[in-house]
C-alpha cells in the first residue's frame, strides 16, 4: 500500500461516509442521533486523505518521494498499512452492487425470539385523550402497542379503539393474519428487534410478505398476552389495509 | 493489486445496482444490511481514534508520556483504568490509541487497561445502562464495578510479563515533514490498518448473523451455567456497540440479572469486531492470547460482582 493509496483509501472511505450521511440511506443503517458524527468523520477522512496525496505529490515533485512509493529500502521509515486496509473498499462496493434496503422479514424470522419490551412505562392516554386528530385514526407506532398493552393501566386505553400502524408485513403460514413488523434499534440496525403485532385479517386477502402496509386495527385487549413478545404477540382486528412506500426512516427507537 | 481496485472501482461503481438483481434474496440482503450497519456505526468512533492516536505521535514528544506514566505497571494500572472512563466514545476508539501509546513507551499493561477500560466504563455507556434499566443503580453500579475490575485484572496479569504479542506490527508513526504532514499520514495509515480490520470483522458478524438464528440462544435461557455461557457467547457473536447494549440486555427477561450482567460486561471487551481489530493493530499472536484471557477474566468478574450485589 502506497502513501497514494492510503490517501486514496482514506478518501473513498470518507466520501461514502459522507454519501450515507448525507442521503436517507444513514436512516437505513444508524439511529438519527449518530448522523452528525458520521458527517464529521466522513469529512475528516476527505480532507486527511487529499493532504496526504496532497505531500506525496510534492515530496515526488521535489524527489524526495516516500520510500514505499519509489522503492528504497522499506525499514527506514516503514509506515504502510497490511493489504487488509484494501478491505475498506467493500462497503462502498456492497453498497452498490447489492443496494440499500432496511431490514426485511427475513430478519424478523431469523430473530424471533421470547424478547420483551414490556417494562417500558408509556402514557397513551394523554397521547389518545389530548387531540381529536382531525377526524383521522390515531397512528401510533408497534412498540407503543407493546408497550400500552403490557401496561395494566394503559391497556384499557386501546379497547375497542381504531389505531393506525405502518409495518412491514411477515407471513407465519397462519392463513387468516399476518405479522404487522418493525425493528427497534437501540444504536445500528446490527441490534435490531422485531416488535409484531398478530393482526387478524378477517377475510380480507393476505398482503404479499416483506411490503409495508397502514393497517387501521383494532386491538383484541382479551386476547392479546399481558406480557406480549415474539413468540406471544399483541393480536389485532383489521378494519383496514393499504400498501404504502416503505417509510424513509424504518425503524423505531427504545 | 493498486491498479486493480483504482481501475475496477469506478466501472463497480457506474454499473449502479446493473446486479441488483443478482443479489434479490432476504439472506443477503440482511447480511448487506447488518454489515453495512456494523461498519457505519463503528466509522466515527474509530475516526476519533485515529485522530486522538495521530494526535499523540505528532503533537506529544516521544519521550514525555513514558516519562509521566507510573514507572511501575501495577501503579499505572489503576490510572489507565480511569483515564479510559473520561473518553467518550465505544471501544473502536481506544484500539488505535492504545496502540499509539504502547509504541510511545507507556507500559503494555497500563495501555491494555486503558483499552478495556474506554468503552465499558464512560459516562456515555453508564447513562444509557441506567436509561435501558430505568435507573436500576444496582445493575449500573454492577457493570461499572465488574467492567473496572475486568481491566484492572487483565492489565495486572499482563504487567507480569510485559510483553504485546508481536510489535512488529504497530506501524510506526510517520515522522518526517510537516507537523500536518506527519499528523495527516500517521492518521491516515491508522486508519485504513484498522479500518481494513473493522470490514473483516463487519464481515464476520453480518455472516453469523444471518446464518445462525438468534433463537437457538435465547431458547437457554434461565440462571445456570447454560445461561451464563449462551450471553457470554452470544455479546462476543453480535458485537453490539456499547452504547447500545443494555437495550438489548434489558429485551431478555427470561435470563437472570447476573448472566445478563455477564453479557454487559464481556461485549465491550471482547468481541469479533474488537479482536478483528485488535489483531490489526497489535497482530494477530497477540489477538489470540488476550482475547481469550480477557474473555476469562470478564466472565469471572461478572459472576462476583453479580453474587455480591445483584
Redesign the interface.
Known amino acids: ?3 497514494l ?6 478518501v ?2 470518507g466520501a461514502f ?1 459522507l454519501w ?1 450521511a448525507l442521503t436517507d440511506a ?1 436512516l ?3 439511529k438519527p442521533s ?1 448522523r452528525p ?2 458527517v ?2 466522513g469529512t ?2 476527505v480532507l ?2 487529499i ?2 496525496i496532497g ?1 506525496e505529490l510534492i ?1 515526488r515533485r521535489r524527489g524526495t518521494a516516500d520510500a514505499s512509493v519509489d522503492g528504497q529500502p522499506a525499514d527506514e ?31 424478523a424470522t ?11 412505562s408509556i402514557d397513551l392516554g394523554a397521547y389518545l385523550e389530548a387531540s381529536s386528530f382531525g377526524g383521522q385514526t390515531p397512528a401510533l407506532r408497534v412498540l407503543d402497542v407493546v408497550r400500552g398493552v403490557s401496561q395494566a393501566d394503559q391497556r384499557p386505553l386501546l379497547d375497542g379503539r381504531t389505531i393506525r400502524l405502518i409495518g412491514l408485513v411477515v407471513r407465519d403460514g397462519e392463513a387468516d393474519s399476518f405479522l404487522l413488523t418493525r425493528f ?8 435490531a ?1 422485531p416488535v409484531q403485532v398478530r393482526v387478524r385479517t378477517n377475510g380480507t386477502d393476505l398482503p404479499e410478505e ?1 411490503t409495508w402496509v397502514q393497517a387501521d386495527v383494532i386491538v383484541d385487549v382479551e386476547a392479546s398476552p399481558t406480557v406480549p413478545n415474539g413468540l406471544d404477540p399483541v393480536i389485532a382486528d383489521l378494519v383496514s389495509l393499504e400498501p404504502v412506500d416503505a417509510p424513509s426512516e424504518p425503524y423505531e427507537y ?1 | 493489486l493498486s491498479r486493480v481496485v483504482w481501475i475496477y472501482l469506478p466501472v463497480v461503481l457506474l454499473s449502479h445496482r446493473a446486479f441488483a438483481d443478482l443479489f434479490d434474496s432476504g439472506a443477503v440482503r440482511n447480511w448487506a444490511t447488518i454489515f453495512l450497519s456494523v461498519t457505519l456505526q463503528a466509522l466515527p468512533f474509530l475516526v476519533l481514534g485515529v485522530l486522538v492516536s495521530a494526535a499523540l505521535s505528532a503533537l506529544v514528544p516521544p519521550t514525555w508520556l513514558a516519562r509521566i506514566s507510573p514507572t511501575r505497571p501495577l501503579a499505572a494500572v489503576p490510572v489507565a483504568g480511569l483515564a479510559g472512563a473520561l473518553l467518550p466514545g465505544c471501544e473502536c476508539s481506544s484500539v488505535p490509541v492504545a496502540g499509539r501509546l504502547v509504541e510511545r513507551g507507556v507500559p503494555p499493561s497500563a495501555a491494555l487497561t486503558f483499552l478495556l477500560a474506554a468503552p465499558a466504563i464512560n459516562p456515555v455507556v453508564i447513562v444509557s445502562t441506567a436509561v435501558a434499566f430505568r435507573g436500576d443503580a444496582s445493575m449500573v453500579g454492577a457493570r461499572f464495578l465488574a467492567s473496572l475490575l475486568t481491566a484492572v485484572t487483565v492489565g495486572a496479569l499482563w504487567s507480569r510479563r510485559q510483553d504485546i504479542g508481536d510489535l512488529r506490527s504497530l506501524v510506526p508513526a510517520h515522522e518526517h515533514g510537516t507537523k500536518l504532514d506527519a499528523f495527516t499520514t500517521t492518521a491516515s495509515t491508522d486508519f485504513v490498518q484498522a479500518g481494513g480490520f473493522l470490514v473483516l470483522g463487519a464481515t464476520i458478524v453480518a455472516t453469523l448473523q444471518t446464518v445462525v438464528p438468534s433463537n437457538v440462544l435465547d431458547a437457554v435461557g434461565g440462571s445456570g451455567i447454560a445461561a451464563v455461557a449462551a450471553m457470554a457467547v452470544l455479546a462476543v457473536v453480535l458485537s453490539i456497540c456499547s452504547e447500545a447494549d443494555a437495550f438489548v440486555a434489558v429485551s431478555l427477561p427470561q435470563f437472570s440479572l447476573t448472566a445478563r450482567l455477564v453479557f454487559l460486561v464481556v461485549g465491550p471487551v471482547v468481541d469479533i469486531k474488537l479482536i478483528a481489530l485488535q489483531a490489526g493493530t497489535f497482530g494477530r499472536p497477540f489477538a489470540s492470547r488476550f482475547a481469550p484471557l480477557t474473555f476469562v477474566v470478564a466472565v469471572a468478574s461478572a459472576l462476583l460482582v453479580g453474587s455480591v450485589l445483584l
Open positions: 500500500v502506497s502513501r493509496d492510503l490517501g486514496g483509501i482514506t473513498v472511505s461516509a450515507v444513514v437505513l443503517y444508524l449518530m458524527y458520521l464529521v468523520a475528516v477522512l486527511t486523505g493532504s496526504v505531500h515530496a521509515h516503514r509506515h504502510e498499512p497490511s493489504t487488509v486496509g484494501w478491505l475498506l473498499v467493500v462497503p462502498l462496493v456492497v453498497a452498490v452492487i447489492v443496494g440499500t434496503d432496511p431490514l426485511g422479514a427475513f430478519a431469523r430473530q424471533v425470539a421470547n424478547r420483551t419490551y414490556a417494562a417500558d427497534v434499534i437501540g444504536c445500528c440496525a446490527g441490534d428487534q416483506d427504545p
